[in-house]
């Protein structure tokens, strides 16, 4: 910043770049004082923020499109992460500026929308971090979405019973599948005894397997039939082959090459459809019963590990995250019924 003098006074002038060009704004002051200049700085700051970052201008729609330009991450994220957002978009008007956007107004909105509780809190959490990139990259001058509450949620919360498969349910499930759906037989029994993903199942080929472990370092996509890097950075992980995984990987292999064999089929991924392509979620989904989906059996692992005393940290090593709020709920839930059985047992006991 620097000082000229004019005809009728003095003005404070600075130098900005705005798409590579300079340009030059100027604020007229009384005297060359150093309190002047403050306030001649703090007014020359705020024009070229103005300047630079029209925000009056961009419209919620616009901003949202730049927000997902620049956001890094896995498309399947992206994807699901930009219907939140336009359902945002949809409710507060894809025309509104940024500048009219206020906590109050954003809040009035959200509560007054014709969507499920449940539902409108995953998109204020969602808008939330939105509106903190906004404030970042100083498209707004404040955080218009940092005291946004979530509504209140009359939902029943969910049995943990109700998110997993009991031994007995899932014997009944295999007895159902075997004989009438042998690839959705044999990746339920695999997705029970290793926790996995549907997605980084269906992503496995036949070398990943090991004589002691299955190598998790890749997820298949079925939304963009992609293939990927797994969910998180403790998704890429060794899943250690019990005996009984064992037994199993070996009576599907059998199976494999002669289903293989039969049809002339000559697939790269471990599962497979009946033309040798990807066995995705959709396809496996298809041979459940309506009341059933994939992720059960990642919750049934869990609550079959836990019957066995195995501790809630070992569990989530395993699964590849640091455990969920389903995965502790299951975990506890579980422990929770196996102290029950072991002191009904000891009413019977008589040690002395």
Avoid at 242 to 268: C, D, F, V
Wanted: net charge positive; glycine share 4%; hydrophobic share 35%.
């Amino acid at each position: 910043m620097w000082i000229e003098e004019t005809k009728t006074g003095l003005r404070a002038v600075e130098r900005y770049i705005v798409d590579g060009k300079y340009k030059r704004l100027s604020v007229s002051i009384d005297r060359d004082t150093p309190q002047a200049r403050r306030k001649a700085r703090e007014e020359l700051d705020q024009k070229i923020r103005e300047a630079s970052h029209p925000v009056t201008e961009m419209t919620l729609e616009q901003a949202v499109d730049e927000y997902f330009k620049i956001k890094q991450c896995r498309e399947s994220t992206k994807m699901a992460q930009k219907t939140i957002l336009n359902r945002a978009v949809k409710i507060l008007g894809s025309e509104t500026r940024l500048s009219a956007l206020s906590h109050g107004m954003i809040m009035r909105a959200f509560s007054l929308a014709d969507v499920k509780p449940h539902t409108m809190n995953q998109t204020i959490g969602m808008f939330k971090t939105f509106t903190k990139w906004l404030y970042f990259m100083e498209y707004t001058e404040t955080d218009v979405g940092d005291r946004l509450q979530k509504l209140k949620d009359d939902r029943k919360e969910k049995d943990p019973e109700e998110l997993y498969l009991e031994p007995d349910r899932l014997r009944e499930l295999l007895d159902q599948l075997n004989g009438m759906d042998q690839m959705a037989y044999y990746m339920t029994r695999f997705l029970a005894l290793t926790g996995l993903r549907i997605g980084e199942a269906t992503a496995l080929l036949p070398e990943d397997i090991g004589d002691k472990y299955i190598t998790i370092n890749k997820a298949y996509d079925g939304m963009n039939c992609e293939v990927s890097v797994p969910k998180t950075k403790t998704s890429i992980r060794q899943i250690f082959i019990q005996p009984e995984l064992r037994e199993l990987i070996n009576e599907y292999m059998k199976w494999r090459n002669l289903n293989m064999m039969a049809y002339g089929l000559r697939p790269a991924t471990l599962f497979y459809s009946q033309r040798g392509g990807y066995y995705s979620r959709r396809l496996y989904s298809y041979a459940l019963p309506s009341h059933i989906h994939p992720h059960m059996l990642r919750h049934t692992h869990v609550a079959l590990l836990a019957e066995q005393g195995m501790s809630l940290e070992a569990i989530a090593r395993r699964l590849g995250h640091d455990g969920t709020q389903t995965t502790k709920k299951v975990y506890y839930h579980v422990t929770k019924k196996q102290k029950q059985k072991d002191e009904e047992k000891m009413t019977s006991i008589r040690i002395l």
